[in-house]
Structure formats: structure tokens, C-alpha cells
């Protein structure tokens, strides 16, 4: 099993930043071949926002290209967001997960951008 705890979201106003944290534990980080953010805003489906490869190829929804970089230390078994001129629209609750999205859902972190 592996256990997927998500950290670093809060409330910012319009144009600030924020680095959100997945801490994986229960297995070697470097094993899960790709990683990836989602976020779910009420009565919308769970979107992905952004993914990452093990050779450190990543990919973007269009709504955050240019403005979200997501990252990853095998090492720490840690998956990284930093998000960069934040909008209304990103308010939403973040989730990680692999590409086919099998492992157990944390409980996410809540992002909330005020205008």
C-alpha cells in the first residue's frame, strides 16, 4: 500500500504563490514510473493539472502552462507544484497520483484564490 499525503495549500489572493507537497510512503518513490497533480472544484470532475515521468518529462493541462512547474525528489519520495500567478479559477482541492490513478486518494489540500 501506498500512502499519499498532500500539504502546502491556503488561501492566497489573485497573483500570488503557492508550493504544494505530496509525501509518498509505503514504497520507493523512483517505482512509480508517473506522477501527477489533479484538482477537483465542487460540482466539477477531477482534472488533471499536470504530470511528470521518472526522466523528468512533464506535461500540462492549458489552463496552467506557463505557470504551474511540477517536480519530483525520488530521494524524499516527494512530488512538488509550485504555482505561480495564481487564479480564481485554480481554487480547487489538489490531489496526487500515478497516471492510471490506482493508488489509494489522499484527502488533498485546499487551494482557495481570492480576488
Known amino acids: 500500500q501506498v500512502q499519499l499525503v498532500e500539504s502546502g495549500g491556503g488561501l492566497v489572493q489573485a497573483a500570488g504563490s503557492l508550493r504544494l507537497s505530496c509525501a509518498a510512503s509505503?514504497?520507493?518513490?523512483?517505482?512509480?514510473?508517473?506522477m501527477c497533480w489533479y484538482r477537483q472544484a465542487p460540482g466539477k470532475q477531477r482534472e488533471l493539472v499536470a504530470d511528470?515521468?521518472?526522466?523528468?518529462?512533464?506535461r500540462y493541462a492549458d489552463s496552467v502552462k506557463g505557470r504551474f512547474t511540477i517536480s519530483r525528489d525520488n530521494t524524499r519520495n516527494t512530488l512538488y507544484l509550485q504555482m505561480n500567478n495564481l487564479k480564481t479559477e485554480d481554487t480547487a482541492r489538489y490531489y496526487c497520483?500515478?497516471?492510471?490513478?490506482?493508488?489509494?486518494w489522499g484527502q488533498g489540500t485546499q487551494v482557495t484564490v481570492s480576488s
Open positions: 511528470i515521468t521518472t526522466g523528468e518529462n512533464t
Open positions: 509505503g514504497t520507493r518513490f523512483i517505482r512509480i514510473n508517473t
Open positions: 497520483n500515478n497516471r492510471g490513478r490506482t493508488e489509494p
